[in-house]
Nanobody, 124 residues
Framework: QVQLVESGGGLVQAGGSLRLSCAAS????????MGWFRQAPGKEREFVAA????????RYVDSVKGRFTISRDNAKNTVSLQMNSLKPEDTAVYYC?????????????????WGQGTQVTVSS
């Protein structure tokens, strides 16, 4: 069982930056693939980024490549998403999720545990 709590959301102007953090409970955090998803009003939940259990592999949706960076600290049971050059279309609720698979997967239905989400709003 893993419990996830996100933080770091807020309101920022276009071009600005935010850093989201996700704190995980449980002693097996390092064995999970960790992902970030987002959901804008009226839209389906979308994969944003994920990182392997070791941190050695990452994957991003094309729309955030070069702007967002996912990282993890297994000693602190945390995963972060550094978001730079934010755009109004990045506005959404951002969710942290954990997947027990060995490899990175993008489908939200395959993730086992979810946080409550944190709102990110980018003004133009």
């Amino acid at each position: 069982q893993v419990q996830l709590v996100e933080s770091g959301g807020g309101l920022v102007q276009a071009g600005g930056s935010l850093r989201l953090s996700c704190a995980a409970s449980g002693r097996t955090f390092s064995s999970y693939v960790m992902g970030w998803f987002r959901q804008a009003p009226g839209k389906e939940r979308e994969f944003v980024a994920a990182i392997s259990w070791s941190g050695g592999s990452t994957r991003y949706v094309d729309s955030v490549k070069g702007r967002f960076t996912i990282s993890r600290d297994n000693a602190k049971n945390t995963v972060s998403l550094q978001m730079n050059s934010l755009k109004p279309e990045d506005t959404a609720v951002y969710y942290c999720a954990a997947d027990r698979s060995l490899g990175i997967r993008m489908a939200s239905t395959l993730y086992d545990y979810w946080g409550q989400g944190t709102q990110v709003t980018v003004s133009s």
